[in-house]
């Protein structure tokens, strides 16, 4: 498993206000990924002039969890699974969600921590 991405993914009720911190720190729109999954969420991703990046989507709660972006979903999800990680409690939460351009999903570490687990379909550039 080869990790290609590892940053900071908001879930926030209000991603508006979020965006606007991090955008007064000095990030700036570098992605927008529109209607993800049957609840149309949006994904915004951010970048820096240091090339640090940081996710903020709209949810129905408020959760910071860690994206890990890989180049192999299923074996980063086997690989998660043997070190203890499981699928969360809640029901969307747990399933797997593909877009034309990735698949995604959650897991929850033996103490607790979320990673959001990503592969990106390159051949869909």
Not at 63 to 79: L, P, Q
């Amino acid at each position: 498993m080869k990790i290609t991405t590892f940053n900071p993914l908001i879930i926030t009720k209000d991603p508006d206000a979020t965006i606007e911190l991090f955008e007064a720190m000095g990030f700036k729109q570098h992605h927008v990924k529109d209607n993800i999954s049957e609840i149309k969420t949006t994904d915004v991703r951010l970048k820096n002039e240091n090339g640090f990046y940081v996710d903020v989507a709209q949810g129905d709660g408020e959760y910071s969890m860690i994206r890990v972006n890989v180049d192999d979903f299923d074996e980063a999800i086997d690989f998660f699974m043997a070190h203890g990680f499981r699928k969360p409690h809640h029901e969307r939460g747990a399933k797997v969600v593909s877009t034309r351009s990735s698949k995604y999903t959650i897991v929850v570490s033996p103490t607790g921590y979320i990673l959001a687990v990503s592969q990106h379909m390159k051949n869909n550039d």
